[in-house]
């Protein structure tokens, strides 16, 4: 699973969001074929700064981002999300006033003539969408909606989904619940890139996993090791 | 029947409000066009008031998306009270090329003349029903589109979160320029509709843009149901104020409305909700 050049891989990215800072001085990353990859770290360390690059939303401005070999820095969002890279962001990652169906309708835009079947192959997984299909999105519960936007994600039928903080604001039962969906659909052949703040969850369900620290690599490996490792456990998860 | 016919600009204007975030105030003078389209239309090529409105939509909206592409839009990275402002100053000069070219004389559109309709000791006029009717159908064909259509559900998607739009795929610079068409020409169909109730001149939108902009405001900017609750509310206050106010107070309406809402439910009544 490790070997190659791997699906998803970022090397030497310089980014930030002025013209002056560096919130990603340099991070090298690498996700392959059918992995949950975990990215963790202190606050600040810029981990939601690396999947925002990654989807689009930054330039970088150094280094570069290649999916299956092929560079994709610099492109826009719609550009990356139709390669197959779905991001979804920590917070306002629904359409508040849009019903769930709606929605979904949404998140598989750019592939309008999927979206029916699509949308019922997830009413079918996913029942407690199924459930709410006619409500608006802000009247979900967290986790509903967390689900809801992963939901929206894999209209596009990713090849990898990137997730930012899923779990950040969740109840530990909501949280563990998703989790649980984030393995389910990993085993459907998605690979994912999720930054998380819930270390030990985030390392429990992944294969390899990286710790920024100030914007650069810190440590990397194979998520067991990583949370076995005495030092990552007292830098960053708490004993 | 006043506060349907000003809900149809109110909605063009609080449609492209949630979209741009801005408040284009040249809905005034699209609604001068569209009135002034649609008499070409009627009394030059001889179209009944019904067909005349299409032209009055299409010939605003049009003009709606140039002078968004060509002169607002420019000034988007500057923010929205640059927008608003540039919006004041192009209203301003819209209105002056339709009076270089119409003059200031007050036109008005060729209509059959009808028996006002009798019902108990009210008088009603055909033609106002018939605007009335216009007004509902515009307002109905709006709401369809934005529930039903793929384009009108990525109307609503870029109003209510442009980001994740965005990252969707959908493509905000396309739904701006729809957001013009329609926002403008319903501002179209709705000068023509005050134009057949009355007459028209290159102040026609001018007149009625502190009622619409009120309607808006009351309802809840950017809200769509919000735009058509402030339209009636502000219509009706209007017709009510004139038992106990001369005329020429009618439009303090608007202000006392817009103070009211921004003092007790800043966000009005609807709240912001795009559809």
Same mark, same amino acid.
């Given at each position: 699973?490790?070997?190659?050049?791997?699906?998803?891989?970022?090397?030497?990215?310089?980014?930030?969001?002025?013209?002056?800072?560096?919130?990603?001085?340099?991070?090298?990353?690498?996700?392959?074929?059918?992995?949950?990859?975990?990215?963790?770290?202190?606050?600040?360390?810029?981990?939601?700064?690396?999947?925002?690059?990654?989807?689009?939303?930054?330039?970088?401005?150094?280094?570069?981002?290649?999916?299956?070999?092929?560079?994709?820095?610099?492109?826009?969002?719609?550009?990356?999300?139709?390669?197959?890279?779905?991001?979804?962001?920590?917070?306002?990652?629904?359409?508040?006033?849009?019903?769930?169906?709606?929605?979904?309708?949404?998140?598989?835009?750019?592939?309008?003539?999927?979206?029916?079947?699509?949308?019922?192959?997830?009413?079918?997984?996913?029942?407690?969408?199924?459930?709410?299909?006619?409500?608006?999105?802000?009247?979900?519960?967290?986790?509903?909606?967390?689900?809801?936007?992963?939901?929206?994600?894999?209209?596009?039928?990713?090849?990898?989904?990137?997730?930012?903080?899923?779990?950040?604001?969740?109840?530990?039962?909501?949280?563990?619940?998703?989790?649980?969906?984030?393995?389910?659909?990993?085993?459907?052949?998605?690979?994912?890139?999720?930054?998380?703040?819930?270390?030990?969850?985030?390392?429990?369900?992944?294969?390899?996993?990286?710790?920024?620290?100030?914007?650069?690599?810190?440590?990397?490996?194979?998520?067991?090791?990583?949370?076995?490792?005495?030092?990552?456990?007292?830098?960053?998860?708490?004993? | 029947?006043?506060?349907?016919?000003?809900?149809?600009? &109110? @909605?063009?204007?609080? #449609?492209?409000? *949630? /979209?741009?975030? !801005?408040?284009? =105030? %040249?809905?005034?003078?699209? +609604?001068?066009?569209?009135?002034?389209?649609?008499?070409?239309?009627?009394?030059?090529?001889?179209?009944?008031?019904?067909?005349?409105?299409?032209?009055?939509?299409?010939?605003?909206?049009?003009?709606?998306?140039?002078?968004?592409?060509?002169?607002?839009?420019?000034?988007?990275?500057?923010?929205?009270?640059?927008?608003?402002?540039?919006?004041?100053?192009?209203?301003?000069?819209?209105?002056?090329?339709?009076?270089?070219?119409?003059?200031?004389?007050?036109?008005?559109?060729?209509?059959?003349?009808?028996?006002?309709?009798?019902?108990?000791?009210?008088?009603?006029?055909?033609?106002?029903?018939?605007?009335? &009717? @216009?007004?509902?159908? #515009?307002?109905? *064909? /709006?709401?369809? !589109?934005?529930? =039903? %259509?793929?384009?009108?559900? +990525?109307?609503?998607?870029?109003?209510?979160?442009?980001?994740?739009?965005?990252?969707?795929?959908?493509?905000?610079?396309?739904?701006?320029?729809?957001?013009?068409?329609?926002?403008?020409?319903?501002?179209?169909?709705?000068?023509?509709?005050?134009?057949?109730?009355?007459?028209?001149?290159?102040?026609?939108?001018?007149?009625?843009?502190?009622?619409?902009?009120?309607?808006?405001?009351?309802?809840?900017?950017?809200?769509?149901?919000?735009?058509?609750?402030?339209?009636?509310?502000?219509?009706?206050?209007?017709?009510?104020?004139?038992?106990?106010?001369?005329?020429?107070?009618?439009?303090?309406?608007?202000?006392?409305?817009?103070?009211?809402?921004?003092?007790?439910?800043?966000?009005?009544?609807?709240?912001?909700?795009?559809?």
């Amino acid at each position: 699973m490790t070997a190659g050049p791997g699906l998803l891989a970022t090397e030497g990215l310089v980014a930030g969001y002025t013209a002056t800072d560096e919130v990603l001085k340099s991070v090298d990353l690498v996700v392959h074929d059918g992995e949950i990859v975990s990215i963790i770290g202190p606050n600040g360390a810029g981990k939601s700064t690396l999947l925002k690059v990654i989807a689009g939303l930054l330039v970088p401005r150094q280094g570069s981002v290649r999916l299956k070999g092929t560079p994709i820095h610099g492109r826009r969002p719609r550009e990356i999300s139709a390669l197959g890279v779905a991001f979804v962001p920590q917070e306002q990652n629904v359409f508040p006033t849009m019903t769930v169906r709606e929605n979904l309708e949404m998140g598989g835009y750019v592939e309008p003539r999927q979206s029916r079947d699509r949308i019922d192959a997830i009413f079918t997984r996913f029942s407690q969408l199924a459930d709410k299909r006619r409500h608006a999105a802000r009247t979900l519960s967290g986790g509903q909606r967390q689900i809801l936007a992963m939901a929206m994600a894999l209209m596009v039928e990713p090849v990898v989904l990137l997730l930012d903080e899923p779990s950040a604001g969740l109840a530990p039962g909501a949280a563990e619940k998703l989790f649980e969906t984030i393995r389910a659909i990993n085993q459907d052949g998605v690979a994912i890139a999720m930054v998380e703040q819930n270390a030990l969850e985030a390392l429990a369900i992944a294969h390899r996993g990286y710790i920024l620290v100030d914007g650069r690599n810190s440590t990397s490996g194979p998520a067991p090791e990583l949370a076995r490792d005495p030092d990552v456990r007292r830098t960053f998860l708490g004993g | 029947m006043a506060g349907t016919i000003l809900a149809v600009p &109110a @909605i063009g204007f609080t #449609a492209i409000f *949630a /979209v741009l975030r !801005f408040p284009n =105030f %040249t809905v005034a003078a699209h +609604a001068t066009i569209g009135a002034f389209a649609g008499y070409i239309a009627n009394t030059a090529l001889g179209l009944p008031a019904w067909a005349a409105v299409v032209v009055a939509f299409l010939v605003a909206g049009v003009s709606g998306v140039l002078n968004d592409t060509l002169v607002l839009r420019p000034l988007r990275p500057s923010g929205a009270l640059t927008m608003a402002i540039a919006a004041i100053a192009l209203n301003i000069a819209l209105e002056n090329v339709v009076r270089f070219v119409f003059g200031n004389d007050h036109r008005g559109y060729e209509l059959a003349l009808r028996r006002d309709w009798r019902l108990g000791s009210l008088r009603v006029g055909p033609q106002q029903v018939e605007n009335f &009717a @216009i007004a509902l159908v #515009a307002m109905a *064909a /709006v709401f369809l !589109f934005l529930a =039903f %259509t793929r384009t009108g559900k +990525a109307m609503r998607a870029v109003a209510d979160n442009p980001t994740l739009a965005g990252i969707k795929g959908i493509d905000a610079d396309r739904v701006a320029r729809l957001a013009n068409l329609v926002g403008m020409g319903l501002a179209g169909i709705g000068g023509m509709l005050l134009g057949l109730d009355t007459s028209i001149d290159p102040l026609t939108g001018f007149r009625v843009i502190l009622s619409v902009f009120a309607a808006a405001v009351v309802g809840g900017l950017g809200s769509i149901p919000g735009a058509v609750v402030g339209a009636v509310t502000i219509g009706v206050a209007e017709e009510l104020s004139l038992l106990v106010l001369a005329p020429a107070y009618r439009t303090a309406i608007g202000f006392v409305a817009i103070l009211i809402v921004l003092t007790l439910r800043p966000r009005g009544i609807l709240g912001e909700r795009a559809y």
